[in-house]
């Protein structure tokens, strides 16, 4: 990331409206944003605008965010991803989705001071 660029977010989740919201709270924080409901084509638009960091629901139809991270994973290895989910069944897969490469997970509902400490956290993790 260049200085003075805006990190660039990719938010996926089949909810415009949960996607929409996202975006306007994080773009006036000074970050770039790309909203997707379909993660299979966020897929391939990661690749055509490279995100910095992608934030990413559980629960979806097509393709869930546990396919996706893992699809990410074989491509990006070193992307953060932010898996995120308010359905009480997709809460249960945010271990999971840890564990197969994810970043940080969230439940929704947080405050906007919870997702920008988590991503403050996955843009720059600490030195080990």
């Not at 990331?1 to 924080?29: F, N, Q, V, W």
């Not at 970050?31 to 992608?54: I, N, Q």
């Not at 359905?87 to 940080?104: C, E, I, K, W």
Request: charged share 25%; proline share 9%.
């Amino acid at each position: 990331m260049g200085e003075g660029k805006r990190p660039h977010i990719l938010i996926i989740d089949d909810e415009p409206a949960i996607a929409d919201s996202l975006t306007m709270l994080l773009e006036p924080a000074g970050y770039r944003v790309t909203a997707a409901t379909d993660a299979r084509k966020a897929l391939s638009m990661g690749l055509e605008d490279p995100p910095d960091l992608v934030i990413c629901d559980i629960v979806m139809p097509e393709m869930d965010g546990i396919e996706f991270v893992r699809a990410l994973r074989k491509r990006e290895p070193q992307l953060p991803v932010i898996v995120m989910s308010g359905n009480p069944v997709g809460r249960q897969f945010l271990d999971a989705a840890r564990m197969l490469g994810a970043s940080a997970t969230i439940a929704k509902p947080f405050s906007f001071d919870e997702l920008k400490q988590t991503i403050g956290k996955a843009l720059n993790p600490p030195a080990s």
